[in-house]
């Protein structure tokens, strides 16, 4: 059972730029799609991005292209979020999860069977 822990969330000022890290353990990971979700206060959970076993295959959310990078080392286990020009409404809790997957991703919550703790990322002056 694959087990997913996020880290690198933060305070940052509206412009900067933070760099989540999702480790993964107990799976053959490269078999995984892995998805970053985030939640904000009284809203429902989104996707953000998300990146295929292989790293081949990427999708953003429209609010995070051109900000926000994904990509992973299938030796190291981790996917990254690279997020640049972070925006107060970046502010949320941010999850990744896995979804066993052939080469694409999804960025619905449904078919990802693996959740991480979340990280809470917060862009404020």
């Known amino acids: 059972q694959l087990q997913l822990v996020e880290s690198g969330g933060g305070l940052v000022q509206p412009g900067g730029s933070l760099r989540l890290s999702c480790a993964a353990s107990?799976?053959?990971?490269?078999?995984?799609?892995i998805g970053w979700f985030r939640q904000a206060p009284g809203k429902e959970r989104e996707g953000v991005s998300c990146?295929?076993?292989?790293?081949?295959?990427?999708n953003y959310q429209d609010s995070v292209k051109g900000r926000f990078t994904i990509s992973r080392d299938n030796d190291k286990n981790m996917v990254y979020l690279q997020m640049n020009s972070l925006k107060p409404e970046d502010t949320a809790i941010y999850f990744c999860?896995?979804?066993?997957?052939?080469?694409?991703?999804?960025?619905?919550?449904?078919?990802?069977?693996?959740w991480g703790q979340g990280t809470q990322v917060t862009v404020s002056q």
């Open positions: 107990g799976g053959t990971f490269g078999r995984y799609a």
């Open positions: 990146v295929g076993p292989r790293g081949s295959t990427t």
């Open positions: 999860a896995a979804d066993r997957a052939d080469w694409d991703c999804m960025m619905l919550e449904d078919p990802y069977d693996y």
